[in-house]
């Protein structure tokens, strides 16, 4: 290619790239994620990644169908578009197999893609693990999924979470019972999405005439909503109580004879009695009458997870009962329920937290390559370190010098070096570096000579004992 058609090796807005501890990471929760499920009865499933463009638009998704990537295929004559999330693809696939036992129970992660705006720990391309029961309506199901939530962020030592979960057909009879046309439901309920992020006051200026956004400068518009419709959906918002039981006795009296209000207050109490059964941290799942999910094909209880000390993150988990979004396909009334992981949110508030939870270690030891000639050695040095168990490397530029290996190890965050050269190999021994000591220690080292001297973080052990002073190293 001449020099003037060079491509800019540039990202797509919203995408990136990742390489080492964030795969590793990424891997870890997942596989952490999984072990979980598993122990609850769900099983794997994968489903392609792209789509009909008619089966993702044609699900109901709603304002979703806004943000898929689409694009016609001509020589199929076919809309076409990469999923943007993983539970549209299960409704297709178990409308495709009707000879699926039911319950189903069933686990998926891979990539799901948005035009969303990028922002913290948000991405366009981002990867999901779902679980979901499909086949039954009992709310049995439904305590399974919180409790199985709450136990994936126990086991990624995430106590600081909770669980906020509600009805969907509560929030529907408080806007019946607020005088709401229902044609308006899911653009109000969109609205108290927001209410985390934009305030009471925001939520009021959006059912209402709109607002400007104070960040940006943009015009936000209103659904316009009579201000007597707005005060009594903001007037539920209000109910509050120390206990659940107290909470509820007040959301029936404000509900008394609304239509849907009993049913859905029933399935409530049934849920919380069956997460108390299944043993869960009722302080850490808890009824929140508040919450609103903006997908339109729920249709019961809805639930979220966020994290204490990160609130900015917004849901890191979230799903709920879709009972009418397989007979979309199939014109079965199949009820389900399920709720899906932001593995990558997830994985950004964990960094952000500087959690410890999951294996972070990558190489632990770097052979460098002193000298051309010894490069036999080199190899079979790595290659003992690794039959060993540790996980070690070879730098594979032998021209290089010493401290620009030293300094490619700690750059990558390896934390030991092995040096032999040929003084070492003559004397049957080797020189190992510690390089987070040899840091510190160099800190508190002012004189060039001294340092020299000491070599700090360097020590030399005999050539038949490294493994078991390298192994030493790493249990201290």
């Not at 990136?16 to 099983?43: I, K, M, N, Y």
């Not at 992981?341 to 190489?363: H, K, M, N």
Request: proline share 5%; charged share 30%; aromatic share 8%.
């Amino acid at each position: 290619m001449s020099k003037g058609k060079r491509i800019e090796p540039r990202l797509v807005k919203g995408m990136r790239d990742q390489l080492g501890r964030s795969v590793r990471e990424r891997q870890a929760l997942v596989e952490t994620a999984r072990a979980v499920f598993e122990t609850f009865g769900f099983r794997p499933l994968e489903t392609p990644v792209v789509e009909f463009a008619s089966t993702l638009t044609g699900s109901k998704a709603g304002e979703t169908s806004q943000r898929i990537f689409t694009w016609h295929h001509a020589e199929e004559d076919v809309d076409l578009g990469l999923r943007f999330d993983l539970t549209v693809p299960l409704a297709r696939f178990v409308a495709a197999n009707p000879q699926l036992r039911r319950p189903f129970k069933r686990y998926q992660t891979g990539p799901v893609f948005r035009i969303d705006k990028p922002g913290a720990g948000r991405f366009r391309e981002f990867t999901q693990f779902d679980i979901d029961v499909v086949g039954t309506p009992s709310m049995m199901a439904d305590a399974e999924i919180l409790v199985a939530m709450g136990q994936v962020l126990e086991a990624l030592g995430l106590p600081g979470y909770h669980i906020h979960w509600n009805h969907r057909g509560i929030l529907n009879a408080v806007l019946t019972r607020s005088g709401v046309d229902p044609k308006m439901f899911i653009a109000v309920i969109r609205v108290l999405d927001k209410g985390d992020k934009i305030g009471m006051e925001g939520v009021r200026c959006e059912l209402g005439a709109g607002r400007t956004d104070a960040e940006s400068g943009a015009r936000i518009p209103g659904l316009d909503l009579p201000e007597s419709q707005i005060d009594a959906v903001l007037d539920f918002l209000e109910i509050d109580g120390d206990e659940d039981d107290e909470l509820l006795a007040r959301i029936r009296d404000h509900l008394d004879g609304v239509k849907g209000a009993d049913e859905a207050l029933n399935q409530v109490e049934q849920l919380r009695t069956f997460v108390q059964a299944l043993g869960a941290p009722t302080q850490r799942i808890r009824f929140a009458p508040r919450l609103a999910r903006g997908m339109d094909y729920y249709t019961g209880p809805i639930f979220e997870a966020t994290l204490d000390d990160l609130p900015e993150f917004g849901s890191i988990m979230g799903g709920g009962r879709y009972n009418e979004l397989v007979s979309r396909f199939s014109g079965e009334q199949l009820p389900a329920v399920g709720a899906s992981i932001g593995v990558d949110r997830l994985l950004a508030a964990l960094d952000a937290l500087r959690a410890e939870s999951l294996d972070r270690s990558g190489t632990q030891v770097l052979v460098t390559t002193m000298d051309r000639k010894m490069l036999a050695e080199y190899l079979s040095l790595v290659t003992e370190l690794r039959q060993a168990g540790l996980r070690a490397e070879i730098y594979l530029k032998p021209k290089a010098k010493l401290g620009d290996q030293l300094k490619y190890a700690s750059d990558w965050k390896i934390p030991f070096a092995v040096i032999l050269g040929s003084d070492e190999l003559e004397a049957g021994e080797v020189t190992v570096k510690d390089l987070d000591e040899g840091k510190k220690a160099s800190a508190a080292v002012s004189d060039r000579d001294q340092w020299i001297e000491e070599r700090p973080g360097q020590f030399r052990v005999p050539r038949a004992s490294l493994v078991e002073q390298l192994r030493r190293q790493f249990e201290a």
